[in-house]
């Protein structure tokens, strides 16, 4: 078991590592910007595949906000990326923790000098620097960059983290001094009972009737249970100032005074994230997109489960609550009974049916008919499966897309059939239920294509012959502008997606920065641009088959 977190920081805090930082403890924590500390999404709440490493906290929708180094330290980490985090920053504190502040719309004072710097050396918009304490010392305040919205974020924020240096855990910031007002009980939406498996896709489930949403303290009406059963629920909590719906902090099971299960997230490892999608009921996820958050270990009897003997009754008490201690608590009176009156009886094994295969997680396993090949790397399954694959007129078509996978497996198609002309635009697809279809990203190589998906479904060959668009958004072709203060391109790919683009002035390379959200390229007047003159503008976009367009044109500055 991990030290608690407190006693951590007592003990990390006295160590001072970094010469130009300002020694502090947590409890001396300067919030991150001046404006009123608003959540759209705390720590540790479920996001797809993955926890929520931090505090989202709101910036008036708006964009431009000062961001302040919470604790002294210096910049050890710059990343910039039209995807994740965007524009972040990675700051290291003597305390032996690090602080992230992502989304960033632009970075500030010597921090912004560098990134620019770095990208024109490397003649790339994305770039990663990692980098020591004497190259960029803050201090406690200081403006580090303005609060945006790049990378893959839906709305204008800041995402802000604390991590533990050595480890690299996220650590949750509401315990270590960036607190909201909160006087808001969690609020459970649904609840799920469960009986053990053998495989995800044949789940035993059932929805607990009671009135809902609840919150406070409240209870159904008496549910039967035969033979071992577990609890799930959908639930979230809000904090002052938004109606957001976030995650909840802690959460306990007891049946009568016996603990069955306990957990509250002060902090977590972000190998824990491979696990994720077997803490949730993953089948129920891909239907609904609703999240039940399982209240028991699937492969542990001894964590969340319960049994009761035939007319017996008890109570089941289930507690959420947040970090200010705001209670959420609910009985649910059960009664042992006989499988017929319960939810199920336990699921038998039954002869594997024709097609089926039985997939082993700790043993690789690899399918080959025909031009099809499939690889599936050992430990990528959470557990044992059992897999329809094989081949269709159209394609091939691999397990079920409600069955998690912790890594990629390889599919691999032979191109003998496919027509020599038509090769260089074929790539691999994945089909959705309702007739979609999902590129995927695919290489070539000795006459095959090679693609990696951590995604179970229906796959097939399709082809992309159509190059991306390119087209101004802010000027025209040949305009003469008194000021160049930027120019903006909108880009776009009807099929496999946009895979690289460079822009031009004057044979010299220029700074694109690509927002996907917007699909737009954006060039901001620098030293290339510094005098009047007519200048040649090119931008090249390429999509993931390889279909290029250049767009060209002359613009002259006037002034």
């Given at each position: 078991m991990?030290?608690?977190?407190?006693?951590?920081?007592?003990?990390?805090?006295?160590?001072?590592?970094?010469?130009?930082?300002?020694?502090?403890?947590?409890?001396?924590?300067?919030?991150?910007?001046?404006?009123?500390?608003?959540?759209?999404?705390?720590?540790?709440?479920?996001?797809?595949?993955?926890?929520?490493?931090?505090?989202?906290?709101?910036?008036?929708?708006?964009?431009?906000?000062?961001?302040?180094?919470?604790?002294?330290?210096?910049?050890?980490?710059?990343?910039?990326?039209?995807?994740?985090?965007?524009?972040?920053?990675?700051?290291?504190?003597?305390?032996?923790?690090?602080?992230?502040?992502?989304?960033?719309?632009?970075?500030?004072?010597?921090?912004?000098?560098?990134?620019?710097?770095?990208?024109?050396?490397?003649?790339?918009?994305e770039i990663e620097r990692f980098l020591t304490p004497e190259q960029l010392p803050v201090t406690q305040g200081m403006i580090i960059g303005l609060s945006g919205n790049t990378g893959s974020s839906a709305a204008p924020h800041l995402h802000f983290e604390i991590r533990d240096t050595p480890s690299a855990d996220p650590l949750n910031p509401a315990e270590l001094g960036i607190r909201v007002n909160d006087h808001t009980p969690p609020m459970i939406q649904q609840l799920w009972l469960y009986e053990p498996w053998n495989n995800l896709d044949k789940i035993k489930k059932k929805q607990i009737p009671m009135q809902l949403p609840q919150q406070g303290s409240w209870t159904t009406s008496e549910v039967r249970i035969s033979g071992p059963a577990a609890l799930g629920l959908v639930g979230f909590d809000r904090q002052e100032g938004a109606a957001n719906r976030n995650g909840i902090y802690g959460y306990r099971v007891k049946l009568g005074n016996r603990v069955l299960y306990e957990k509250t997230h002060q902090r977590f490892s972000f190998s824990d994230d491979a696990q994720f999608n077997y803490l949730i009921d993953y089948p129920q996820y891909q239907k609904t997109r609703s999240m039940v958050r399982w209240l028991f270990a699937p492969n542990d009897q001894k964590q969340g489960w319960f049994t009761l003997a035939i007319n017996q009754r008890d109570t089941i008490h289930l507690e959420v609550w947040d970090l200010n201690g705001n209670m959420t608590h609910g009985k649910i009176p059960v009664l042992g009974t006989v499988a017929e009156h319960g939810i199920?009886?336990?699921?038998?094994?039954?002869?594997?049916?024709?097609?089926?295969?039985?997939?082993?997680?700790?043993?690789?396993?690899?399918?080959?008919?025909?031009?099809?090949q499939i690889n599936i790397p050992p430990n990528a399954l959470y557990e044992k499966a059992e897999l329809f694959v094989g081949e269709k007129k159209s394609g091939i078509?691999?397990?079920?897309?409600?069955?998690?996978?912790?890594?990629?497996?390889?599919?691999?198609?032979?191109?003998?059939?496919?027509?020599?002309?038509?090769?260089?635009?074929?790539?691999?697809?994945?089909?959705?239920?309702?007739?979609?279809?999902?590129?995927?990203?695919?290489?070539?190589?000795?006459?095959?294509?090679?693609?990696?998906?951590?995604?179970?479904?229906?796959?097939?060959v399709g082809f992309d012959s159509i190059a991306p668009s390119i087209q101004p958004k802010n000027f025209v072709r040949q305009q003469k502008l008194p000021y160049f203060n930027f120019l903006t391109f909108k880009i776009s790919d009807m099929g496999s997606g946009i895979q690289s683009y460079r822009g031009t002035i004057n044979g010299q390379w220029m700074l694109l920065e690509y927002e996907p959200k917007k699909a737009q390229l954006t060039y901001k007047a620098d030293h290339l641009v510094d005098a009047a003159g007519t200048y040649e503008i090119a931008v090249e976009v390429m999509d993931e088959v390889g279909n290029k367009t250049v767009f060209s044109t002359q613009i002259t500055k006037t002034k």
């Open positions: 991990r030290l608690p977190v407190i006693i951590l920081w007592l003990g990390i805090f006295l160590v001072a590592k970094n010469a130009h930082a300002t020694q502090t403890s947590y409890d001396t924590i300067i919030p991150p910007m001046d404006i009123p500390l608003v959540l759209a999404g705390n720590f540790a709440e479920l996001r797809n595949n993955h926890f929520h490493a931090g505090l989202d906290i709101k910036t008036q929708q708006r964009e431009g906000i000062p961001v302040r180094a919470v604790l002294g330290g210096y910049v050890s980490r710059i990343k910039v990326s039209p995807w994740g985090y965007g524009k972040v920053i990675y700051i290291t504190h003597p305390n032996q923790t690090t602080t992230v502040y992502a989304h960033l719309q632009k970075f500030s004072g010597p921090i912004e000098k560098y990134v620019y710097e770095q990208q024109y050396t490397a003649e790339s918009f199920s009886p336990p699921w038998v094994d039954a002869t594997t049916q024709k097609g089926h295969e039985i997939i082993h997680p700790d043993r690789p396993w690899q399918y080959q008919s025909g031009s099809w078509q691999i397990g079920n897309p409600q069955i998690p996978l912790t890594k990629s497996l390889s599919i691999t198609k032979k191109m003998d059939s496919i027509p020599e002309e038509k090769k260089r635009f074929a790539t691999l697809i994945r089909t959705t239920d309702k007739g979609g279809r999902v590129f995927i990203p695919t290489t070539k190589k000795n006459n095959e294509l090679i693609a990696w998906t951590k995604t179970f479904g229906t796959y097939q």
